[in-house]
């Protein structure tokens, strides 16, 4: 994320939030399937156990080890932002690490505890009778929304800080951790994003068995494949609308430079009409091009025309965020790409209504199948609004970035960034490339086995032709 930086911002703090963002936008594409997978993995077990289906207990094995490979990409993808998070912005750890700590030791509980169980689920599944192996398997949904609170509880801690005093030196006294963890903006943006990671990995997992149906697989295994997830997304597309509009208005009250740059709102007053994209000129406070609708804006902050919005012109230029351009076209592309989310809901409830029965015609498979890709772009769109939105500072209103980069010489973070460049691409396309095999595999070699003991001790299987000779010779 290339941002309109300031000539007095140190020369360091470039490669170290161009680094800092990579791995972040690297690092989100997993945590949906790391919070939601397990439920659907769960539910599919379920209906299995409960409608003796071994559809859903083939789908729900299937989908642990996807989890399990996923989780653990995850991991090493997260303990690399732990060490950038020390290493790149010592100024806020060495600061304020003993107040926004707490949740991270909080996640780190949460880590090791699902990969345990993460661990047993997958070993159970031959070698565990199946209620035993489901009720192993229930704690895993939970102890990642943990994680997912301990993480979401310190970004919102950064957004609306508290809990603490600040001393004669600067340094935080006072910290009450329940204030900390349980600080202003964590209902809105927990909740915002747990509906976001479900609507993700829903229309995500979906959309494979999407691709499935237009390949002509139309079984029973396909049907459930695509059933399950996108249900459970299309329940929750709408509860987003709620949640995101809540999550807007609270922005509007605390952070007004964020909502003026989400809204590209250039001057204050009522009646403020909502742009969608448009590009907004620093030099000028205009904005060029987009399309204007007037009112909405003021409308969306209070619910009335007469909503007074503040707007860039009031506040100081040094306050604003660092790319309003980009904060507010990613606004845009996440509240866009949920409309068009929820056409598709809309769609597909009304033909299942009527038929009880998934939409088959191929102008809803491919718009299905399209829609975790654009769920995982409103994903990276929103990370984009909250983090980019906060800018120019890393704890709001208290601690400016700038002044938390750390001192190494620019060249050696260019180093650094280059290097995890390369490695995250080489994790990436291993991980992309290991799903596949493991999907390949499941559809050639896997499938009697899965058929005819779903949990009962693998059959041996034959040696080729080649192997059985030297053995009996």
Do not use: C
């Not at 409608?51 to 989908?63: E, G, H, I």
């Not at 403020?272 to 406070?285: C, H, K, M, V, W």
């Not at 409308?299 to 919005?309: I, P």
């Amino acid at each position: 994320m290339i941002s309109d930086l300031t000539l007095a911002a140190p020369a360091q703090l470039l490669p170290a939030r161009e680094q800092m963002a990579f791995t972040l936008m690297f690092h989100i594409v997993l945590v949906p399937m790391g919070v939601a997978l397990p439920a659907l993995m769960l539910i599919a077990n379920y209906k299995g156990l409960k409608n003796n289906d071994t559809a859903a207990l083939k789908l729900a094995r299937r989908w642990s080890h996807a989890a399990a490979l996923l989780f653990a990409v995850g991991a090493a993808s997260g303990t690399v932002l732990s060490f950038e998070m020390g290493l790149l912005w010592p100024g806020l750890t060495g600061r304020f690490g003993d107040v926004f700590g707490i949740p991270f030791a909080i996640e780190g509980i949460a880590f090791f505890l699902e990969a345990v169980f993460v661990a047993i689920y997958i070993y159970g599944w031959r070698r565990l009778r199946p209620g035993t192996h489901f009720w192993l398997g229930l704690p895993i949904p939970f102890i990642a929304l943990l994680g997912t609170v301990s993480i979401i509880s310190a970004n919102a801690w950064m957004n609306a800080p508290g809990g603490f005093t600040l001393g004669a030196d600067g340094r935080p006294e006072n910290v009450d951790p329940l204030s900390v963890i349980f600080n202003k903006a964590l209902p809105y943006e927990l909740s915002h994003f747990i509906v976001a990671a479900y609507m993700a990995a829903g229309f995500t997992v979906a959309s494979i068995y999407a691709v499935g149906w237009l390949r002509g697989r139309r079984d029973r295994y396909h049907r459930l494949g695509f059933l399950i997830p996108f249900t459970i997304a299309a329940v929750l597309t709408p509860v987003q609308f709620a949640v995101g509009d809540t999550a807007a208005r609270a922005v509007f009250q605390d952070q007004p430079a964020k909502f003026a740059a989400m809204e590209v709102v250039t001057q204050s007053g009522v009646d403020q009409p909502e742009i969608l994209f448009g590009r907004y000129d620093s030099a000028t406070n205009t904005v060029h091009g987009g399309i204007s609708i007037p009112g909405l804006d003021s409308y969306l902050a209070g619910g009335t025309k007469e909503t007074d919005v503040q707007g860039l012109a009031d506040i100081p230029v040094q306050n604003h965020p660092s790319n309003v351009t980009i904060v507010h076209w990613a606004f845009d592309v996440m509240v866009g790409i949920a409309s068009l989310l929820l056409l598709l809901v809309i769609w597909f409830a009304i033909a299942y209504w009527r038929r009880r029965e998934v939409p088959s015609g191929r102008l809803f498979l491919l718009a299905a199948a399209a829609a975790g890709f654009l769920t995982y772009v409103a994903v990276e769109a929103g990370w984009i609004v909250t983090e980019v939105g906060r800018q120019p500072w890393i704890v709001y209103n208290v601690l400016r970035t700038s002044d938390a980069v750390t001192s190494t010489a620019t060249g050696g973070l260019w180093v650094t960034f280059t290097v995890v460049l390369l490695l995250y691409l080489l994790l990436g396309t291993g991980t992309v490339l290991v799903l596949r095999a493991m999907s390949r595999r499941w559809r050639r070699l896997d499938e009697p086995l899965d058929e005819t003991a779903p949990y009962g001790p693998r059959p041996a299987m034959s040696p080729p032709p080649a192997a059985a000779e030297e053995i009996t010779s």
